[in-house]
């Protein structure tokens, strides 16, 4: 005969309160609070049955912000260096304190080489005191070495973290090696991202990414922790290679092509002027409508991919419209190292999706041409030779792994609308060979 339970299961649930400098458990929700200091949003529970477990409820809530100005590095402007403090007290602290700054800055090589002398007149204008590490931040590059190094150095610098964040200036892979070696460093140091190339100003800026490559995959280590602040100014982006800007574009298209018909086609009408003017608002030879479509592209492109990230920050919600173009590039863009940018690799991946969305019944014949040219027209690559068909089913493959068991394809519906989607490996297969032959 089965024993009875000699203990039925007794479950308290606890207020987590503050009184006199120490936190203590009491049981219940309703507080008195006059006779508290303070309430935790924290919550604790335990369940008694032979043994005892407790469980603790913490929310962790996230403040950052993407700050747009401009004249970044100009003397005269204070955000590099305390646009990300929120409190006014501390603010004002710091300014009547004629303690020096210091400040950690990592920057990319080529960005240092163009921006190393106005960067160093700034700091020195500002009488901080600082370490300037320049580092070739590239995609080979993008490793647990190159995090470490940087580590080697802030901990040389003895950095306080409680009131020196550390900068990150330069494209992507800057911004995410740094984000992750400040979120190693005494568990999280707090960090400031300053995006040099449009790519990053509007992807890598936004979220809360970090990582290296590891294991010859992408992105493989890394954590969620966003910086304390972005601080964007559109003036960086007048220094990079045109290839750089059409890269940009592609995440632009991205988001486009997943809920923003407008920005679709603002693309698709002023494209190629984007790529002309490199974003830069005082060109007299297209005037004002060049000036309009930047801002607005670049407003468009943050302002939805914010709206995309800020409840997912930790991709807890496995169906991600940002994974449009994502799911083959990552292992076509490593399988092909260096001679892919990674937005080139997510619209050959992005690309290759149009058709199979078009094979699915998604998009007209008519939709998926008007898509192909925009791409064309900003100058992005649409087909590959190492794209083949064995890496698709392989990197579909590893979705299923690691997103419960659906692919969960982010596909375009018309023009600025998508739908995630299951296919068939006989449409896929179908949407291959046509993609082949016509593009």
Not at 168 to 196: F, N
Not at 295 to 322: C, F, G, K, Y
Not at 418 to 423: D, H, M, P, R, V
């Given at each position: 005969?089965?024993?009875?339970?000699?203990?039925?299961?007794?479950?308290?649930?606890?207020?987590?309160?503050?009184?006199?400098?120490?936190?203590?458990?009491?049981?219940g929700?309703?507080?008195?609070?006059?006779?508290?200091?303070?309430?935790?949003?924290?919550?604790c529970?335990?369940?008694?049955?032979?043994?005892?477990?407790?469980?603790?409820?913490?929310p962790?809530?996230?403040?950052?912000?993407v700050t747009?100005?401009?004249?970044?590095?100009?003397?005269?402007?204070?955000t590099?260096?305390?646009?990300?403090?929120?409190?006014?007290?501390?603010?004002?602290?710091?300014k009547?304190?004629n303690?020096?700054?210091?400040?950690?800055?990592v920057?990319?090589?080529?960005?240092?080489q163009?921006?190393?002398?106005?960067?160093?007149?700034?700091?020195?204008?500002?009488?901080?005191?600082?370490?300037i590490l320049?580092l070739p931040?590239?995609?080979?590059?993008?490793?647990m070495?190159?995090?470490?190094k940087?580590?080697?150095?802030?901990?040389?610098?003895?950095?306080?973290?409680?009131?020196e964040?550390?900068?990150?200036?330069g494209?992507?892979?800057c911004?995410?090696?740094?984000?992750?070696?400040?979120s190693l460093?005494?568990?999280?140091?707090?960090?400031?991202?300053?995006?040099?190339?449009?790519?990053?100003?509007?992807?890598?800026?936004?979220?809360?990414?970090?990582?290296v490559?590891?294991?010859?995959?992408?992105?493989?280590?890394?954590?969620?922790?966003?910086?304390?602040?972005?601080?964007?100014?559109?003036?960086?982006?007048?220094?990079?290679?045109?290839?750089?800007?059409?890269?940009?574009?592609?995440?632009?298209?991205?988001?486009?092509?997943?809920?923003?018909?407008?920005?679709?086609?603002?693309?698709?009408?002023?494209?190629?002027?984007?790529l002309?003017?490199?974003?830069?608002v005082?060109?007299?030879?297209?005037g004002?409508?060049?000036?309009?479509?930047?801002?607005?592209?670049t407003h468009?492109?943050i302002?939805?991919?914010?709206?995309?990230?800020?409840?997912?920050?930790?991709?807890?919600?496995?169906n991600r419209?940002?994974?449009?173009?994502?799911?083959?590039?990552?292992?076509?863009?490593?399988?092909?190292?260096?001679?892919l940018?990674?937005?080139?690799?997510?619209?050959?991946?992005?690309?290759?999706?149009?058709?199979v969305?078009?094979?699915?019944?998604?998009?007209?014949?008519e939709?998926?041409?008007?898509?192909?040219?925009?791409?064309?027209?900003?100058?992005?690559?649409?087909?590959?030779?190492?794209?083949t068909?064995?890496?698709?089913?392989?990197?579909?493959?590893?979705?299923?792994?690691h997103?419960?068991?659906?692919v969960?394809?982010?596909?375009?519906?018309?023009?600025?609308?998508?739908i995630?989607?299951?296919?068939?490996?006989?449409?896929?297969?179908?949407?291959?060979?046509?993609?082949?032959?016509?593009?």
């Amino acid at each position: 005969q089965p024993e009875e339970k000699d203990t039925k299961e007794k479950k308290t649930e606890f207020s987590l309160v503050r009184v006199k400098d120490t936190w203590k458990c009491q049981p219940g929700k309703k507080i008195n609070k006059d006779r508290v200091d303070s309430v935790s949003a924290a919550k604790c529970e335990s369940v008694t049955e032979k043994g005892t477990t407790w469980t603790v409820i913490s929310p962790i809530v996230f403040t950052y912000k993407v700050t747009e100005t401009q004249g970044l590095l100009d003397p005269g402007n204070d955000t590099l260096l305390l646009g990300h403090i929120n409190d006014p007290q501390q603010l004002e602290d710091i300014k009547k304190s004629n303690k020096p700054i210091r400040r950690f800055v990592v920057i990319d090589q080529e960005v240092f080489q163009i921006y190393g002398s106005k960067l160093t007149e700034y700091l020195t204008a500002k009488n901080v005191s600082y370490k300037i590490l320049a580092l070739p931040t590239t995609e080979e590059n993008k490793s647990m070495e190159m995090a470490l190094k940087i580590l080697d150095e802030v901990n040389n610098f003895s950095l306080d973290r409680r009131t020196e964040p550390i900068i990150a200036i330069g494209g992507g892979v800057c911004l995410d090696i740094v984000g992750l070696a400040a979120s190693l460093y005494r568990r999280r140091t707090p960090y400031i991202r300053v995006p040099t190339t449009l790519l990053s100003y509007i992807d890598a800026s936004v979220g809360a990414k970090t990582g290296v490559n590891f294991a010859n995959c992408k992105n493989k280590l890394g954590a969620y922790i966003p910086p304390a602040a972005t601080f964007l100014d559109l003036s960086f982006i007048q220094t990079i290679p045109r290839r750089h800007i059409a890269n940009g574009l592609a995440e632009m298209l991205k988001m486009a092509l997943m809920k923003h018909r407008a920005l679709f086609e603002l693309l698709e009408k002023h494209g190629s002027v984007l790529l002309d003017t490199k974003f830069q608002v005082d060109n007299s030879l297209y005037g004002c409508s060049s000036f309009m479509a930047a801002s607005q592209a670049t407003h468009i492109a943050i302002m939805t991919m914010l709206e995309e990230l800020a409840p997912n920050l930790w991709e807890d919600d496995l169906n991600r419209l940002v994974d449009f173009g994502h799911l083959i590039s990552p292992a076509l863009e490593m399988k092909v190292l260096p001679s892919l940018l990674h937005g080139e690799a997510v619209n050959i991946d992005m690309s290759y999706m149009v058709y199979v969305s078009q094979e699915c019944g998604l998009l007209t014949e008519e939709e998926k041409q008007r898509i192909i040219s925009c791409m064309l027209s900003l100058e992005l690559p649409v087909w590959h030779e190492e794209f083949t068909m064995d890496l698709i089913q392989n990197s579909l493959q590893d979705r299923l792994k690691h997103s419960g068991g659906l692919v969960r394809m982010p596909l375009p519906v018309g023009l600025g609308q998508a739908i995630f989607n299951n296919t068939s490996y006989e449409i896929l297969h179908r949407a291959y060979e046509k993609w082949c032959e016509e593009v």
